[in-house]
């Protein structure tokens, strides 16, 4: 129960405590009326048992008031109740969102990039959401419901030892009952949540691949996937209800038979004359009492199980170790790979790789696909750290510095540019949050994108539909320039931010790029090799190690990879359709 209890709480069990303590004091205050109650039917019955001349009427009057005292205690309780509990779940769900952002953004994006977006939204979302639900209308009621009849059942020990026997007769087996399927709870719990992951993800590539569902005339019932996904999803729902539902009423069966026991042995007691009437009224109105709470916390028990593991998932993605490092980041900017070794899934993309890479020099990475130069990119940045050997920043072990401090010092140019949904403005901002609007066009004209802003309907002010989709390839490629140039960072790394343009946005964005790497240590990665023949140096990966490098004139008269990657690139550079090609009907 502390594992379900710490991982619905996302491991911040203090910020329960008070709903808990709420709604425990407003379960115990709903005792006391019905021991009000049973004053009162004691002071009756003696009165007609003892054929006493005057019935107590201050007496009764006073119990009343005492029952209509503690229901307005009950009320208020109930309220703070519920204030406590639904402010203290919200607050909790909130903040921990925010962690769990915050945890996610100081994570290698290594590990980000091998996990599926989806999935990672959905914790943020819908898990938070289910441990909303769990610390709301399950934990409370749960934990009340278990500790109340606990102490009245230690207080009526008191009271008669055999009718509070006879109460709780059946729950050792409701108790064995519950534990024999927990592995069963734990088992379909999990395939549920699975299942509905994978309907989710399922759903997202629908929508994301309608483009060519609808290019290719394929019929929604024909995308196999998502109806599989969603009948697995019906499946397990219909597994998780139907096949536990049966033992919790088993279970609770046995529970509420202890009201049967109490009437067998308290008429028995009775008659023998070793119990007396108000004590038997006393254990049917709190056995009355008592079982339904019970009821609902058995009955909420598995929800409440099943919202735990999202919670679980939270709690592992939280437990995830950070980036290492807490020294600054140095004053010199030159990088070296030493020995360097790095794998994705045991696959070698790197073997054993040194490399210099002078600070205030241009560097071009060259190779054919899979050779591994993406990849010096992201350790450079530290999406990763290597697997073996070390990278040298400034003289530094790149794991000892900040991870922060050397972002600072480091910008970077996607092919694949991102943009958010968010003003123009803002989004060349992120290079520099504190930037004024006249930095900010200032790094737009270097970026060549200022002219194209200002014709936009709002300028500046412009929203820009989500990832950029309102803005064409050239036009987000260049306002990813002005982002890096206003971050000015001495470090400048490119991953062949021009493959994908047009020759007129090509020209704007070598215009762009030109003036962003200047006097800076820039890493280069190109495809297109007549970009880089200008580079202070190429370096040529094949297969994960360093085939050759050099200047452009000295690799190609060596006549290996190089000159054999610029041969092949020359001549498909004027390719045409043959006009032999006639359209086809």
Avoid at 33 to 49: D, N, Q
Avoid at 157 to 171: K, Q
Avoid at 336 to 356: C, G, H, I, M, P
Avoid at 516 to 539: E, S
Wanted: with cysteine; glycine share 8%.
């Amino acid at each position: 129960m502390l594992r379900q209890l710490y991982n619905v709480t996302v491991g911040d069990i203090k910020k329960m405590t008070r709903p808990i303590l709420w709604t425990i004091a407003a379960n115990l205050a709903n005792m006391f009326p019905f021991g009000f109650m049973v004053l009162a039917v004691k002071v009756i019955y003696e009165y007609y048992a003892t054929e006493q001349t005057v019935l107590n009427m201050p007496l009764l009057w006073s119990f009343w008031g005492g029952m209509i005292l503690f229901i307005a205690l009950v009320f208020w309780c109930e309220q703070r109740s519920y204030q406590a509990v639904y402010r203290g779940a919200y607050e909790a769900s909130a903040q921990g969102r925010a962690r769990l952002a915050e945890h996610i953004r100081q994570l290698p994006l290594g590990f980000l990039l091998s996990k599926d977006a989806t999935n990672l939204g959905n914790m943020i979302m819908n898990d938070f959401q289910q441990t909303e639900d769990a610390a709301t209308n399950f934990l409370p009621q749960v934990i009340s419901g278990l500790v109340i009849p606990s102490l009245s059942f230690l207080g009526m020990l008191f009271v008669d030892w055999r009718l509070s026997l006879a109460m709780f007769a059946g729950f050792p087996i409701t108790l064995l009952i519950l534990g024999a399927v927990r592995g069963l709870e734990r088992k379909f719990g999990t395939s549920h949540s699975e299942a509905r992951l994978v309907q989710a993800n399922s759903l997202q590539e629908y929508l994301l691949g309608m483009k060519v569902l609808k290019a290719y005339n394929l019929r929604g019932e024909n995308f196999q996937r998502l109806e599989r996904a969603f009948y697995r999803f019906m499946k397990e729902s219909i597994k998780l209800e139907g096949a536990l539902g049966p033992f919790f009423i088993v279970a609770i069966a046995f529970m509420q038979a202890g009201l049967s026991f109490i009437t067998m042995v308290g008429v028995y007691l009775i008659l023998g004359g070793s119990l007396t009437v108000p004590i038997f009224a006393l254990f049917l109105l709190v056995g009355t009492h008592i079982f339904d709470p019970l009821t609902v916390a058995i009955m909420r028990l598995p929800a409440f199980k099943y919202n735990a593991l999202a919670g679980e998932r939270i709690v592992t993605l939280l437990q995830q170790p950070l980036m290492t490092g807490k020294q600054d980041s140095p004053p010199n900017h030159d990088i070296r790979l030493e020995n360097v070794t790095f794998a994705y899934d045991q696959k070698v993309v790197l073997d054993d790789v040194s490399l210099e890479l002078p600070a205030g020099q241009l560097t071009a990475i060259v190779g054919p696909s899979g050779s591994g130069k993406s990849t010096v990119l992201r350790l450079i940045a530290r999406f990763y750290d290597p697997q073996q050997g070390q990278l040298v920043f400034g003289g530094s072990n790149q794991r000892e510095l900040d991870p922060e401090k050397l972002m600072k010092k480091v910008a970077m140019v996607f092919q694949d540019v991102y943009l958010f949904q968010d003003t123009i403005r803002n989004n060349i901002r992120y290079g520099r949050a504190e930037a004024t609007q006249a930095e900010i066009e200032e790094a737009a004209r270097q970026a060549c994108c200022h002219d194209f802003i200002m014709k936009l309907p709002q300028g500046y002010d412009t929203m820009v539909g989500e990832g950029g989709s309102t803005l064409s390839g050239g036009e987000k490629q260049r306002i990813s320039i002005a982002r890096a140039m206003l971050k000015k960072a001495p470090v400048v790394l490119l991953d062949e931010a021009t493959a994908s343009l047009d020759p007129e946005n090509e020209l704007e964005m070598q215009k762009a790029i030109s003036r962003l790497i200047k006097g800076r240590t820039v890493i280069m990665i190109a495809h297109r090799l007549k970009t880089v023949i200008n580079a202070d140096q190429i370096i040529v990966l094949d297969k994960g190690k360093v085939a050759e490098q050099g200047k452009h004139e000295e690799l190609l008269v060596n006549n290996k990879l190089y000159a054999k990657l610029w041969n092949l690139q020359q001549q498909t550079s004027g390719w045409r359709i043959p006009s032999a090609c006639k359209p086809v009907y």
